[in-house]
């Protein structure tokens, strides 16, 4: 495949997998017979994402610095909370308004 190509690819479709699945696939890393690379072309996987799922990993088993896994679905849970609350307090300011426009 030729440079030109390569750049011409369309990008692959985002795809999800099971929690079940994505712990098989880091186990398969980490044991360290097959580099990430390997399991990620064995599976017809990205290696970014297999790289980010180990890397997940090693966070949620305290090996490694960052938001574990519960972390940061409770920070993506408050961050749509906190986008909501303030899309009611914006139609509250407009019906404020409106209403005080209203009774003049």
């Known amino acids: 495949m030729s440079v030109m190509e390569n750049l011409r690819k369309k990008p692959r479709p985002r795809r999800s997998f099971a929690p079940e699945f994505k712990a098989e696939i880091v186990e398969l890393c980490q044991r360290g017979d097959r580099s990430i ?12 994402a ?17 938001l574990t896994s519960s972390e940061r679905e409770g920070l ?28 003049r």
């Open 50 to 66: 297999v790289r980010e799922w180990v890397r997940q990993a090693e966070v949620d088993d305290g090996q490694r610095d960052g």
């Open 76 to 103: 993506a849970a408050l961050r749509r909370e906190n986008r909501r609350l303030r899309e009611d307090v914006d139609i509250l300011r407009r019906a404020t308004a409106f209403f005080v426009r209203e009774t």
């Open 37 to 48: 690379g390997q399991v990620a072309k064995d599976y017809d996987l990205t290696e970014t």
